[in-house]
């Protein structure tokens, strides 16, 4: 089939573009399929101060240099096309979006995840504007002021520890009376001083003028409402990565992470992950680049060693 892409990479945030470069600069066929917009997550944040090499840059402009760079080396990008199904026929993946079918030598996944939203009043539309789902990314604009942090699950818990350092007071609500994060990670926490717990509360509503001042919690046990100033609000009710077209169900850990060897490959040859969905303990943009060099690296070796011992047998 004249048509076969080699490296074939879904999603264009930081790990799909950096894959796409190391893809074209190898001189393979690399296309990468991205629902919407390149740029990824970078799109939904304003300011990023944590890339190597850039203090202060906005989300949208390192997505443009991005893709920019990834382009310079001829990867092929198609926008606004969503993969529905993915699978391995007869040693190539098949791969259908809601427009085409498409055949690659490899695929690697970079399509990240998506965070739960509480979906309340004022969630969305203050979104950027004091209610965030990254502490990495947006604790730092909120020295001194208050926080309240919603869950009571690992992240909830670890990110509410991480913005004590700069949180003047945060505040913790869960909708249960005990978390279900790890005993290390509540120890820490309680030994806090700057946290409180609000016990068996729910978020009804977050209110502002132009950037969110206060919360509206419900205490589901006595089913008093009430304000709550706030200036902040940090929620962690957990993240789904994107995977569900993956039709051949490489292995994944339990919260539905794929599982790669260092290669970033998973148990289906050929198949390989980076980014966020990829199980693993941290989930920046530096550590999405990283895996996606890796994994588009270790692709190009993949095919290479494929057409080595195609041109032996048929020699
Ligand atoms: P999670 O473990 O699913 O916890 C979600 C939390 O949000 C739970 O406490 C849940 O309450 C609460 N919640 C869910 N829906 C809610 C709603 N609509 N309103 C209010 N509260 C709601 O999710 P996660 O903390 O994002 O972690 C996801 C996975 O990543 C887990 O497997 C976790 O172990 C892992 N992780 C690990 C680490 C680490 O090891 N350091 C760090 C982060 C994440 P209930 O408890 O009442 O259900």
């Not at 945030?13 to 991205?34: C, D, Q, W």
């Not at 917009?37 to 906005?58: A, R, S, W």
């Not at 969503?82 to 993946?93: M, N, P």
């Not at 004091?130 to 699950?153: K, M, P, W």
Request: proline share 3%; with cysteine.
């Amino acid at each position: 089939m004249d048509d076969v892409y080699e490296i074939l990479i879904v999603g264009a945030g930081p790990a799909g573009l950096t894959a796409g470069l190391y893809g074209s600069r190898s001189n393979l066929k690399t296309v990468i399929i991205e629902k919407g917009l390149p740029g990824g997550q970078l799109l939904n944040t304003e300011v990023i101060e944590d890339y190597t090499g850039f203090e202060h840059i906005t989300g949208v402009e390192l997505a443009q240099k991005m893709e920019a760079h990834a382009r310079k080396f001829g990867v092929e990008i198609k926008t606004g096309e969503e993969i529905k199904s993915i699978r391995r026929v007869d040693g190539l993946f098949e791969v259908k979006t809601d427009e085409n079918t498409y055949h690659s030598i490899t695929v690697i996944v970079t399509a990240g995840g998506t965070a739960q939203k509480l979906g309340v009043p004022g969630e969305d539309a203050y979104s950027g504007r004091g209610v965030s789902y990254c502490a990495v990314c947006d604790g730092a604009f909120f020295n001194g002021q208050v926080i309240t942090v919603v869950g009571g699950g690992d992240a909830a818990v670890e990110e509410a520890n991480y913005l004590t350092r700069f949180g003047s007071r945060i505040y913790v609500a869960h909708r249960r009376s005990e978390f279900r994060a790890q005993k290390i990670l509540q120890d820490q926490l309680f030994q806090n001083p700057k946290v409180e717990v609000i016990w068996d509360t729910v978020v009804e509503e977050i209110k502002g003028n132009a950037v969110v001042n206060r919360v509206v919690l419900k205490n589901v046990k006595t089913g008093e409402i009430r304000e709550h100033p706030s200036e902040g609000v940090f929620i962690f009710i957990g993240f789904k990565p994107n995977t569900y077209f993956l039709d051949d169900h490489p292995a994944h850990d339990e919260s539905g992470h794929l599982i790669t060897n260092d290669r970033m490959e998973t148990n289906i040859p050929g198949l390989f992950a980076a980014g966020d969905l990829r199980s693993q303990l941290v989930r920046q943009i530096t550590n999405a680049v990283g895996d996606a060099t890796i994994a588009a690296l270790a692709a190009e070796k993949y095919i290479t060693h494929l057409k080595h011992k195609q041109s032996e047998a048929s020699a």
